[in-house]
């Protein structure tokens, strides 16, 4: 079966691939979460809660850090099995699996009202849906359409999980204002079985056959090269596919610093009882808006420049605006703060969309749940910088400046890795 044009289908699962990442997506908005749990005060550690959130207790930095922390790492993690079961089982599997897993982690976190009860319900639970969930999102859309817009449609997807925040931020105050901590847990672990359940289950794959079109091509114009898929095991016996995941972490670690600590960050800056510093929430949906607009635009431009091309642009921009950032918090000026954080969360946001595709490019599309899964791994690692940003902040009096100089190290490391690697080859047979 051969396509002229790309059928209606392709795009019915793109955008329900884009909502299952849309309530995926939480963990960008934890920094909200975060200001609610870790009072301004220190000797305030350990202490309850009172009103709405009793039956809790305030979180130091790195406590509070750690279920984000774990919930990410779990989440790359998953994304493995979660790989292995879409390339098997098909996307509907797991993206209704990883809702329902999501779902319950949240709803655990909000009853147990505990540290433990963050880490294991969000934390572990919602790290298991949601590399479950992803794994499935992205290579179902992928399969429908020609390499040659696999940038867009991978940007398109995965900038579902990044905008989650924008809506998730100003939803997540409200309810922990209006019904505690608990409240808020219990409400979007509801919303979310229901919708990544309907969005999941429209995840369906092409039919036997299909060959999806390619765009015109002059007469003259060279032939492309053939697709060839390595197997999981091939790979892993590549030097680029251990490039790809220091690549990962050096790009995706600078954008979680950010992301787990957006609220505060805001909160430090702008001045008390001001308009940003009681609406904290807003720097983290200004950022879930920035990421899911860098996914789309790194994502287009990657098809146009070069996947890595576009990876270098990114890293070198945000790794000015990282070892810029200390300045910027000490002159408490909260305009060049939302800029240079805008920048930080559009490389990061690119960085999710130029990944899949590389991987996709360099070790072909029918393995890619799985291929992709294990390049994620470096996303996964990549939460050790927040958790450590966390206790360099509890020893050093709520301070970040340190945290942000490794972090644009490591980004600049990255980029200049980045320069040096290219396809594999030559390409092993084809293995299931």
């Not at 029918?366 to 294990?374: E, I, S």
């Amino acid at each position: 079966m051969s396509s002229v044009a790309v059928p209606g289908r392709a795009w019915v699962v793109t955008a329900a691939g884009t909502v299952v990442n849309l309530c995926l997506g939480i963990l960008y908005a934890w920094s909200v979460w975060k200001k609610a749990l870790v009072p301004k005060d220190p000797a305030l550690y350990g202490s309850p809660m009172a009103g709405l959130n009793e039956g809790w207790t305030y979180l130091s930095n790195a406590e509070a850090t750690l279920a984000y922390s774990i919930c990410g790492f779990t989440f790359a993690l998953c994304m493995i099995p979660g790989g292995r079961l879409q390339d098997r089982y098909g996307a509907k599997v797991g993206a209704v699996s990883g809702g329902l897993f999501l779902a319950a982690g949240c709803v655990v976190a909000g009853l147990m009202k505990s540290f433990t009860g963050l880490v294991v319900g969000f934390g572990l639970l919602g790290g298991i849906g949601m590399g479950l969930g992803y794994a499935a999102a992205t290579p179902a859309a992928v399969r429908w359409f020609h390499s040659s817009r696999r940038g867009l449609i991978v940007g398109l997807v995965v900038a579902g999980y990044g905008a989650a925040a924008i809506y998730i931020s100003p939803l997540a105050e409200f309810l922990i204002g209006e019904y505690g901590l608990t409240g808020s847990f219990v409400g979007l672990g509801a919303l979310f079985a229901v919708v990544v359940v309907a969005a999941g289950l429209m995840l369906s794959p092409p039919p036997a056959g299909y060959v999806a079109a390619a765009p015109p091509t002059a007469p003259d114009a060279p032939k492309p090269a053939a697709v060839v898929d390595w197997s999981a095991g091939a790979m892993l016996g590549t030097w680029q596919f251990y490039a790809l995941v220091f690549l990962f972490i050096g790009s995706a670690q600078s954008g979680l610093l950010v992301i787990g600590n957006a609220a505060p960050l805001l909160g430090k800056v702008a001045e008390p009882g001001s308009f940003f510093a009681v609406n904290a929430w807003l720097l983290a949906t200004f950022g879930g808006f920035v990421n899911a607009s860098g996914r789309v635009g790194t994502g287009r431009y990657s098809d146009r420049i070069g996947r890595l091309n576009a990876y270098a642009l990114n890293g070198t921009v945000s790794a000015a605006c990282l070892f810029a950032a200390p300045w910027v918090v000490a002159q408490k000026d909260v305009l060049v703060l939302f800029v240079i954080i805008g920048v930080m969360f559009w490389q990061y946001g690119g960085t999710l969309a130029v990944m899949p595709a590389i991987t996709a490019d360099y070790f072909g599309p029918k393995n890619l749940g799985l291929n992709y899964g294990l390049v994620f791994l470096g996303w996964g690692i990549a939460f050790f910088v927040p958790q450590a940003a966390a206790a360099i902040a509890d020893a050093y009096g709520g301070s970040l400046d340190p945290a942000f100089y490794l972090s644009g190290g490591l980004l600049v490391a990255a980029v200049l890795l980045s320069r040096v690697i290219r396809k594999p080859e030559p390409a092993p047979p084809a293995r299931a």
